[in-house]
T-cell receptor, first 112, second 116 residues
Framework: KQEVTQIPAALSVPEGENLVLNCSFTDSAIYNLQWFRQDPGKGLTSLLLIQSSQREQTSGRLNASLDKSSGRSTLYIAASQPGDSATYLCAVNDNYGQNFVFGPGTRLSVLP | GAVVSQHPSWVICKSGTSVKIECRSLDFQATTMFWYRQFPKQSLMLMATSNEGSKATYEQGVEKDKFLINHASLTLSTLTVTSAHPEDSSFYIC????????????FGDGTRLSIL
């Protein structure tokens, strides 16, 4: 059974810092991995989707990497801003099912 | 594109009431939709997979008679919480799968259900 973990559980940084969020998964037979952002009391906003054949994806200040063999993905946020404060979730879609298995999330606070 | 609309966004009702939540794909057809539940400060847990024109597939531990799912069209899936009790209070989120190949999911804004 696929399990997804995220480290750290919470992170507080001053504005302008570059930061890295980590995601690990136990079964490397994944179809893709997706990073989401969730604001309090809201749904999920897709940030980046990495197919299993890809190594990384970039969108603006965000860069996500995938090392499928080691079961790891990182989300890099450059020059963080207070508006980046949210919970970041990673989710993996395995080869067998249709659904995502979510990690517990990292709660990020960027202080002005 | 790929907008998923969920309604209502917040509902408060008495114990014993049945509550229906709608999930619509506004600008695309979704043969597969997913229903998740999220308790405070916890991650999303898949409840069931809803397939258009067929019965939903429920995850282990989810009562299918309590959480009724109907996916009658390619743009609408509904989740009905029957005879809701306070322990059913949670944040319910639906998503729709976009693209057979990419298998990305787009999420609704969620429904906060509070049972008194």
């Amino acid at each position: 059974k696929q399990e997804v973990t995220q480290i750290p559980a919470a992170l507080s940084v001053p504005e302008g810092e570059n930061l890295v969020l980590n995601c690990s998964f136990t079964d490397s037979a994944i179809y893709n991995l997706q990073w989401f952002r969730q604001d309090p009391g809201k749904g999920l906003t897709s940030l980046l989707l990495i197919q299993s054949s890809q190594r990384e994806q970039t969108s603006g200040r965000l860069n996500a990497s995938l090392d499928k063999s080691s079961g790891r993905s990182t989300l890099y946020i450059a020059a963080s801003q207070p508006g980046d404060s949210a919970t970041y979730l990673c989710a993996v879609n395995d080869n067998y099912g249709q659904n995502f298995v979510f990690g517990p999330g990292t709660r990020l606070s960027v202080l002005p | 594109g790929a907008v998923v609309s969920q309604h209502p966004s917040w509902v408060i009702c008495k114990s014993g009431t049945s509550v229906k939540i709608e999930c619509r794909s506004l600008d695309f057809q979704a043969t597969t939709m997913f229903w998740y539940r999220q308790f405070p400060k916890q991650s999303l847990m898949l409840m069931a997979t809803s397939n258009e024109g067929s019965k939903a597939t429920y995850e282990q531990g989810v009562e299918k008679d309590k959480f009724l799912i109907n996916h009658a069209s390619l743009t609408l899936s509904t989740l009905t919480v029957t005879s809701a009790h306070p322990e059913d209070s949670s944040f319910y989120i639906c998503s729709a799968r976009v693209g057979q190949g990419i298998r990305s999911q787009h999420f609704g804004d969620g429904t906060r259900l509070s049972i008194l």
